[in-house]
């Protein structure tokens, strides 16, 4: 069985590859551009935008931190000064999900981290520690496609996606857009610079801890064959593959 896992980095196709049978895969945002068999997110503002779309009630998706609760008069819920708060429309619904951050990274911490690293640019290591800043509180609808991702957990979108795959009965694995990053370029990613993504003008990230999620899959299931298209092949193989 083989199974197409799309990451977003600016190699990525812009329209999805067709034929050879693929299951697929994408993250975050991609559903803006084609619908994927399968829609993993990891980041809470990136599901609520996900939800209200409506896409979720059409296509399976796959959320962290996602509990149904109960209907809560979410007027009641204390939140920290200067917390942003997103909240979807309820609409006549009775359950929702609450996920959030709440804690902005103090200026102590940030200053000691960029005494830590005098290399780090401070606008760049704020913008991302506070990023996700805020508590979400979507309304859902009781017959939606949405699936809690038991494990892995903290995980990049993209990896996680990949350990779903494989999960689900993987033998060939197809990866594009998985371009890695450099905090010396910019951020590599097709949305960067709209809405729940970071600025155009941000700085890429140190991919340690992608690289070791990226083992522990290949640890994990060794009997499954890893491609990342553009370079351990390229696009034109693939596409002459499946024609």
């Not at 200067?82 to 911490?109: M, R, S, W």
């Not at 609808?141 to 990896?159: C, F, T």
Request: charged residues 25%; negative net charge.
């Amino acid at each position: 069985m083989r199974h197409i896992v799309y990451g977003n980095g600016e190699s990525r196709p812009k329209k999805p590859i067709i034929g050879g049978d693929f299951i697929t895969w994408g993250c975050n945002a991609i559903y803006r551009d084609f619908t994927v068999d399968n829609l993993v997110s990891v980041d809470y503002g990136m599901q609520q935008e996900i939800y209200e779309s409506g896409y979720a009630l059409k296509n399976k998706c796959w959320f962290t931190d996602w509990e149904i609760l109960p209907p809560i008069d979410t007027s009641m819920i204390a939140l920290g000064e200067g917390v942003p708060v997103y909240e979807t429309e309820q609409n006549g619904k009775q359950l929702c999900v609450i996920q959030g951050n709440t804690h902005f990274t103090p200026e102590d911490a940030i200053k000691d981290m960029m005494k830590e690293n005098p290399n780090l640019d401070e606008n760049d290591v704020r913008a991302k520690c506070n990023k996700d800043v805020g508590l979400y509180i979507t309304w859902i609808e009781k017959n939606d496609m949405v699936e809690r991702i038991q494990y892995p957990l903290n995980w990049s979108a993209g990896h996680t996606a990949a350990h779903l795959a494989c999960q689900s009965g993987a033998e060939e694995l197809y990866m594009c857009g998985f371009d890695g990053s450099n905090y010396s370029e910019p951020l590599n990613n097709i949305y960067k610079g709209s809405k729940n993504y970071l600025t155009a003008d941000s700085r890429g990230f140190n991919t340690t801890n992608w690289d070791n999620q990226f083992k522990l899959v290949q640890k994990e299931f060794s009997n499954v064959q890893f491609y990342k298209v553009g370079t351990d092949l390229t696009y034109e193989e693939l596409y002459n593959s499946i024609r």
